[in-house]
């Protein structure tokens, strides 16, 4: 018993090491996973080294989630706020035909999105950042480092929030300083990861 207790908390050391406390791929203070040439709904490929402005807020989001599509305007009003000083990409993974290039473009039009959406059919940008929920949002600084990662606020009807937790994660690190709240838990949907078929991996 005690050698499986002892395990345990080896166990549990090693993955806090690596993991946020709701996030099981990243903690705060990582190099932010990069994505290259994932196509958007301008039509054009964009990387994450394309972008200049000092900080970058990524949020994994899809047409087809009716909370993702709840923050829309929040968003949309932050990445005005915060133009020219915090870039917002918006990044789709989800196969399902809703959430698809086409009727990506066709959301992006109808809101008149002013930020890049994405879509990553290999879903793996997704996996690499730990993100679980639409929408799920990551503040990355000038070093491209993961300085905030979770929700936008506390809650998916704007008339009802009552913390907000991204907008002064972005201020925060505008101004150099770490956000006084660095991780949250997300709220939304679950991203809608495609299933790995059985031997579907090869050994190597």
């Known amino acids: ?98 959430d698809s290039l086409p009727k990506m473009k066709e959301r992006a039009d109808a809101k008149q999105f002013p930020f890049p959406y994405l879509f990553d059919e290999s879903q793996q940008i997704a996996k690499d950042y730990g993100a679980v929920f639409t929408p799920e949002f990551f503040v990355l600084d000038k070093d491209r480092r993961i300085v905030y990662m979770g929700g936008m606020d506390d809650n998916s009807d704007a008339s009802q929030v009552k913390n907000k937790y991204l907008e002064p994660a972005i201020e925060s690190t505008l101004q150099g300083t770490a956000p006084a709240v660095s991780e949250t838990v997300a709220r939304g949907c679950r991203v809608r990861y495609a299933r790995e078929k059985r031997g579907s991996k090869e050994s190597k």
């Open 1 to 98: 018993m005690r050698d499986l207790a002892a395990w345990g908390l080896i166990l549990w050391g090693s993955l806090g090491a690596f993991a946020g406390q709701f996030n099981s791929e990243r903690d705060i203070g990582d190099v932010a996973p990069t994505w290259k040439e994932l196509p958007g709904v301008d039509g054009k490929k964009h990387s994450l080294t394309d972008i200049t402005e000092p900080v970058v807020v990524v949020v994994f989001t899809c047409n087809s989630c009716p909370i993702a599509v709840d923050y829309e305007d929040r968003i949309i009003t932050l990445a005005k706020q915060f133009a020219g000083k915090a870039a917002f990409v918006a990044i789709n993974v989800n196969r399902v035909p809703d």
